[in-house]
């Protein structure tokens, strides 16, 4: 994916919007416990504009 995420520019309004948030969690395959593997999946997608 091209361009810079440092340079996206969102569109204003006037009036009220609407905004979609998605929370996900991480599961540990073997307990089925959440787990914190936020940092290597963020790692891992460094660089990625949609991210």
Known sequence: MAGDPAQTRFNGSA???IGVEAELFLVDL???DLTD???AILAACAG???I
């Open 15 to 17: 009036g009220p919007t």
């Open 30 to 32: 073997e307990s089925l």
């Open 37 to 39: 593997g936020a940092q």
């Open 48 to 50: 990625d504009p949609r």
